[in-house]
């Protein structure tokens, strides 16, 4: 699936030239910015080398940055770019720290944004492994709290649940007992065998597929070295280590190292970007809760998978990992920022629905959204998670609009009402 690179036994001395001219470095390093693998590398042009060449003066170039790192007793590496790093200074800016982009987000809207990005990264995440929904029924379904009734919808509930627990527990170190419990969590009623739920696998015959050709793209470690594996992964997790890795940096890696392992029979990818959520939110980067990164990985799946292809075909450089994985924080922190200014948009709109006598903040979305989509039902669940209020007040606010004549309560059976838009409600608006 993967094109093997070309030795680099044999170094061309034109390598050395190139090296060692002040153009030639300047060539090698604009291309390694990009940290192409050989089958874009071989069509490259820099002055009279051929293909092979150019990958082994970028490779030797490479191997100026080198870091180590290791799990196991399994030697990894991985080099930082200019990109990386201007990339780093901008997260650090915008995602973490007590300053910056908290204006970002208005403290009296944090609490909705919060609770769909979740729903969004629940829905994404469970999507990309198989899931079979559409975003809009999976969120009605989170917001009402119905029960699932298939696989797909038990991924999604997992997820958005084992989201909300790691929230809980941010500050706390990882075990392999944690782990376990996060992948119990994610996988209830979603695995072909229940006793694989919050279990590390016990076989080898468990293999990374490409499901349009049956070839077999990755081969885990034996299961029998899980429990080593783990728990280096634990201690990169939990301590600093003696040379200074960056959190984020760090934070790839840990999300790159469980899908590796694959130390389950089933739910690595859905585990792996929960604990990497969890690295980052332990490190104060609060503003990890409110990015969805598995909706921008679903739609770049097959760039995702490569990721990983081309970090074991070249050696184990986790580097094309990382350059794939900032690349998606870029476009996740972009994709929170329009969403936001979205948001303020409908804000606007929601202030007209204000001007309406005896009306809350709360009834103003609730009307702006029955403005918008006039098949739409709500229930007092529903009204309860979207702002995070009590019982009493999400009732309050439904009961408060059925009094005011824009809703009408419909009895579903003797203890649930739905409330949906009444037929004059455009009448009471204008």
């Known amino acids: 699936m993967i094109e093997q690179p070309p030795s680099n036994r044999d170094i061309s001395s034109k390598v050395f030239s190139i090296l060692n001219d002040a153009h030639g470095i300047k060539e090698i390093k ?11 590398v071989r069509y490259q042009k820099i002055a009279d080398l051929s293909p092979e060449e150019i990958w ?6 490479r191997s100026f940055n080198y870091k180590d790192v290791s799990f196991n007793n399994t030697h990894f590496k991985y080099s930082i770019t200019d990109y990386i790093q201007k990339s780093l200074h901008e997260f650090d800016l915008h995602i973490g720290g007590s300053m910056g982009s908290k204006s970002l987000i208005p403290e009296a809207d944090k609490t909705r944004y919060l609770v769909s990005s979740l729903m969004e990264e629940a829905i994404s995440s469970s999507i990309m492994e198989g899931a079979n929904t559409t975003r809009r029924k999976a969120k009605e379904m989170l917001r009402k709290e119905s029960q699932p009734k298939n696989k797909g919808e038990y991924m999604i509930v997992n997820n958005y ?21 996060v992948h119990q969590l994610m996988t209830k009623n979603t695995l072909d065998s229940v006793e694989n739920e919050g279990k590390f696998r016990k076989q080898d015959d468990i293999y990374v597929v490409n499901t349009s050709t049956n070839e077999i793209v990755h081969y885990p470690p034996p ?6 594996y783990i728990a280096d992964l634990c201690i990169f997790f939990n301590k600093d280590q003696s040379d200074f890795i ?5 934070g790839m890696i840990i999300h790159f190292m469980i899908g590796w392992i694959h130390p389950f029979t089933d739910g690595n990818g859905r585990t792996a970007r929960a604990i990497f959520y969890w690295y980052l939110l332990k490190k104060g980067y609060w503003l990890m809760e409110y990015l969805s990164i598995s909706r921008i990985i679903s739609d770049s799946k097959n760039q995702y998978e490569k990721a990983y292809l081309y970090t074991e075909s070249d050696n184990l450089d986790v580097s094309y990992f990382i350059n794939y994985h900032t690349d998606v924080m870029h476009k996740a922190f972009d994709a929170l920022r329009n969403y936001i200014q979205n948001k303020q948009k409908e804000n606007l709109q929601i202030a007209n629905f204000l001007k309406l006598p005896n009306i809350n903040q709360r009834q103003a979305q609730i009307l ?18 979207i702002f995070q209020v009590s019982n009493f007040s999400a009732r309050s606010d439904l009961t408060g609009l059925v009094n005011l004549g824009y809703m009408i309560s419909i009895p579903v059976n003797k203890v649930q009402t739905n409330y949906a838009r009444s037929e004059n409600f455009l009448e009471l608006i204008k």
Not at 56 to 61: A, F, I, P, R, V
Not at 161 to 173: C, F, G, R
Not at 223 to 228: A, D, G, K, Q, T
Not at 246 to 250: F, G, M, S, V
């Open 30 to 40: 604009k291309l390694n910015e990009k940290y192409l693998y050989w089958d874009k």
């Open 56 to 61: 082994q003066t970028l490779k030797l170039y």
């Open 161 to 181: 649940l084992t989201i909300k627990h790691i929230l809980k527990h941010t500050d706390e170190d990882i075990t392999a007992e944690s782990i376990l419990q």
């Open 223 to 228: 299961f029998s070295e899980i429990p080593n």
């Open 246 to 250: 960056h959190p984020i940096i760090k």
């Open 368 to 385: 702006k959204t029955l403005y918008d989509e006039p098949e739409v039902v709500f229930s007092v669940k529903e009204v309860q998670n």
